[in-house]
């Protein structure tokens, strides 16, 4: 699902985890002089971040779509770019002062795996942090298309059941991975949409669950969801708030 065109996948959530992004690595506690790695880098929002912070040479990257990794060596030639999971980080124990992921968590096949992992290849006082959407509460970017598809398909399956993404269930993944020193807190960042059709027309590229879900209707289904959506939005200009939480830890 996430095997796509960097440039689709920033119309869709770029414009959201580029401005998350950047309160994350405050979050975390990442400052110049240390060594990080992204988990799950996907075109690059976090990773252009760390490298501006830290310089590209003292940056890596992972991600295991292909498409993402080429992009992301094109875009930062400085950065190191692998193509890998979270559960099998090819990198030696105590390698980073940091490790990181952002909107990944939940889409980890082994989410507490995943996170032993970047436990592993963090220094013994580094920082390990992870980011998901607010989805159990609503908060998330996407959370008012899922509300019209419920309104139109009650069955859909939607996200807010995936991992880490309600209050408090990050942190305990966290500490079934062996992390302590665990700290919580909620990020939110604002975006802006010209109109209806800047905020619908990514829906439709396929990407992530809902843009799957989207493309597996028939065309007069996700002509009943469009409209409710437009009825759920007002006209004209408007802006979308979307939270995270964030928790930080050490290995």
């Given at each position: 699902m996430f095997e796509v065109a960097a440039e689709a996948y920033n119309r869709f959530m770029g414009r959201y985890s580029e401005p998350l992004a950047a309160r994350f690595i405050d979050a975390a506690g990442v400052h110049p002089g240390q060594e990080a790695l992204d988990v799950g880098c996907g075109p690059g929002a976090l990773?252009?971040?760390?490298?501006?912070?830290?310089?590209?040479?003292?940056?890596?990257?992972?991600?295991?779509?292909?498409?993402?990794v080429e992009a992301?060596?094109?875009?930062?030639?400085?950065?190191?770019?692998?193509?890998?999971?979270?559960?099998?980080?090819?990198?030696?124990?105590?390698?980073?002062d940091c490790a990181l992921a952002q909107l990944v968590v939940h889409f980890m096949a082994d989410p507490v795996a995943?996170?032993?992992?970047?436990?592993?290849?963090?220094?013994?006082?580094?920082?390990?942090?992870?980011c998901v959407w607010d989805l159990a509460k609503g908060g998330g970017p996407l959370s008012l298309f899922w509300e019209a598809v419920?309104?139109?398909?009650?069955?859909?399956?939607?996200?807010?059941?995936?991992?880490?993404?309600?209050?408090?269930?990050?942190a305990e993944l966290f500490a079934a991975a062996g992390l302590h020193g665990l700290e919580e807190r909620k990020l939110t960042v604002r975006v802006a949409y010209a109109g209806f059709a800047e905020w619908w027309d990514p829906f439709t590229l396929g990407i992530g669950p809902s843009g799957a879900y989207l493309r597996g209707l028939d065309a007069a289904k996700r002509g009943q969801i469009r409209e409710r959506c437009a009825g759920?939005?007002?006209?004209?200009?408007?802006e979308v708030d979307a939270s995270a939480w964030c928790v930080r830890g050490r290995p």
């Open positions: 990773t252009a971040q760390l490298a501006a912070r830290l310089g590209p040479s003292a940056v890596k990257a992972l991600d295991p779509s292909s498409s993402f992301l060596r094109e875009r930062l030639p400085g950065v190191e770019v692998t193509s890998g999971v979270a559960e099998r980080l090819p990198y030696p124990d105590d390698a980073f995943g996170l032993a992992e970047m436990a592993r290849v963090t220094r013994p006082e580094g920082v390990v942090a992870a419920r309104g139109v398909d009650p069955s859909a399956p939607g996200e807010e059941s995936r991992p880490g993404t309600r209050e408090g269930h990050l759920l939005l007002p006209e004209g200009a408007f």
